[in-house]
């Protein structure tokens, strides 16, 4: 019954390959995110994704590409792997993406450590 | 650009201890924020969400409050325990609610 969850757990690949990693969250939420975890441990922002509207942050290469094939899924690709790509990467669902008056309170899958050699 | 700071970075304590965790902002115009526990190796829990609209919010031993106008959070922690120990970690929701993380802080309680 875990809320939302990521496949792999662990991700070692080589420099340049392509690689994804799955999100399913069975909240019934209508907004997923995902976030990477760097080596010092920092959290930032990669994208917020609803049925509606794809948000990115600026920094975020376009090697990365979230996709999303149902309302309970996003599944992140990467493509060319780079040394840097090196973190955890974390899943979060919520409830609504634009209201402000809505709990709007983010839940996290349990991270997808990735090692590129 | 929003940038969140935790204050200390670090922090030990003996058990029963209560402790007061500080998160600033730079932004006030915020959604939300959101306090979060991590343990090592794991995925965050969120402990507490404060909406922009209210000052505080209480859950069993936890106390966060919010003051928008001067950038600030604070998580309260009554009677410390140990199994307490973890990284805590403020978030701020903004555009796209969208969290802006600060660097967390470590703490340890010792039995």
């Known amino acids: 019954d875990t809320a939302v969850s990521q496949t792999p757990k662990y991700l070692v690949t080589q420099m340049g390959n392509d690689k994804s990693i799955k999100c399913e969250q069975n909240l019934g939420h209508d907004t997923m995110y995902w976030y990477k975890q760097d080596s010092k441990k920092f959290l930032k922002i990669m994208f917020s994704?609803?049925?509606?509207?794809?948000?990115i942050n600026e920094t975020v290469p376009n090697r990365f590409s979230p996709k999303s094939p149902d309302k309970a899924h996003l599944n992140l690709h990467i493509n060319s792997l780079e040394l840097g790509d090196s973190a955890v990467y974390f899943c979060?669902?919520?409830?609504?993406?634009?209201?402000?008056?809505?709990?709007?309170?983010?839940?996290f899958g349990p991270g997808t450590r990735l090692t590129v050699l | 650009k929003q940038e969140v700071t935790q204050i200390p970075a670090a922090l030990s304590v003996p058990e029963g201890e209560n402790l007061v965790l500080n998160c600033s902002f730079t932004?006030?115009?915020?959604?939300?924020l959101q306090w979060f526990r991590q343990d090592p190796g794991k995925g965050l829990t969120s402990l507490l969400l404060i909406q922009s609209s209210q000052r505080e919010q209480t859950s069993g031993r936890l106390n966060a409050s919010l003051d928008k106008s001067s950038g600030r959070s604070t998580l309260y922690i009554a009677a410390s325990q140990p199994g307490d120990s973890a990284t805590y970690l403020c978030a701020v929701g903004g555009a796209g609610n969208m969290l802006t993380f600060g660097g967390g802080t470590r703490l340890m309680v010792k039995p």
């Open positions: 994704y609803n049925n509606k509207e794809l948000i």
């Open positions: 932004d006030s115009a915020i959604y939300n």
């Open positions: 979060a669902s919520s409830q609504d993406l634009f209201s402000r008056e809505l709990d709007n309170e983010q839940f």
